[in-house]
């Protein structure tokens, strides 16, 4: 599979919410619900933000939220803040029961 | 809680092979997968397959079938991961991460191996 389509970057200003896209096809995306979203600083393992497109793991801020139409998933931060400053990846199940992720987005906080 | 402690960094030669291990402690993984996932130098997360704990059946991604070989030892509750025929693109660091059954989660995640394959 190919890796899902996200933007290069994406910055703000604290306080404000910002939105990252991850296109797939119909093959992942489209046809299951298990689009999940990983933060990741320089030097560190990924850690789950986002689980089954919306779903928000335990112990993980209320600012970060997921949707889903079509084949392109979302993950939204609001109130954006310093310590949000990391890669963000999306990762789709897909297909003959892989994953596949997406090609990361760079969050900066301006 | 799940802890992952994976073995050190490797240095390959090209055409070599290299087995990684990740040692998992703190919690009985039943009805777990885990999952392999490397990062080259300064690029994104490529996905390579997952193990199922319980019972041994595993699924590669399509690129990864022909040298990629995940295995799980229970009794010492450690996975591993052995990759063939190694070129320079394979230099990467390489996870692996558990993700309880039918969650699509990756809740836990090893601290990363370093594999660098130069002549």
């Known amino acids: 599979q190919s890796a899902l389509t996200q933007p290069a970057s994406v910055s703000g200003s604290p306080g404000q919410s910002i939105t990252i896209s991850c296109t797939g096809t119909?093959?992942?995306?489209?046809?299951?619900?298990?689009v999940s979203w990983y933060q990741q600083h320089p030097g560190k393992a990924p850690k789950v933000v986002i689980s089954?497109?919306?779903k928000r793991p335990s112990g993980v801020s209320n600012r970060f939220s997921g949707s889903k139409s079509g084949n392109t998933a979302s993950l939204t931060i609001s109130g954006l803040q310093a310590e949000d400053e990391a890669d963000y990846f999306c990762?789709?199940?897909?297909?003959?029961?892989?994953?596949?992720f997406g090609t990361g987005t760079k969050v900066t906080v301006l | 809680q799940v802890q992952l402690v994976q073995s050190g960094a490797e240095v390959k030669n090209p055409g070599a092979s290299v087995k990684v291990s990740c040692k998992a402690s703190?919690?009985?993984?039943?009805?777990?997968?885990m999952h392999w996932v490397r990062q080259a130098p300064g690029q994104g997360l490529e996905w390579m397959g997952w193990?199922?704990?319980?019972?041994?059946?595993?699924k590669y991604a399509q690129r990864f079938q022909d040298t990629f070989i995940m295995t799980w030892d229970t009794s010492i509750t450690t996975a591993y991961m052995e990759l063939t025929s190694l070129k320079s693109d394979d230099t990467a660091v390489y996870f692996c991460?558990?993700?309880?059954?039918?969650?699509?989660?990756?809740?836990?995640w090893g601290q990363g191996t370093l594999v660098t394959v130069s002549s």
């Open positions: 991460a558990a993700e309880p059954g039918g969650t699509s989660r990756n809740d836990h």
């Open positions: 703190g919690y009985t993984l039943t009805d777990y997968y």
């Open positions: 193990i199922n704990l319980n019972s041994g059946d595993t």
């Open positions: 119909s093959s992942n995306v489209g046809s299951h619900n298990r």
């Open positions: 089954e497109v919306s």
């Open positions: 990762c789709s199940y897909g297909d003959g029961d892989t994953y596949v």
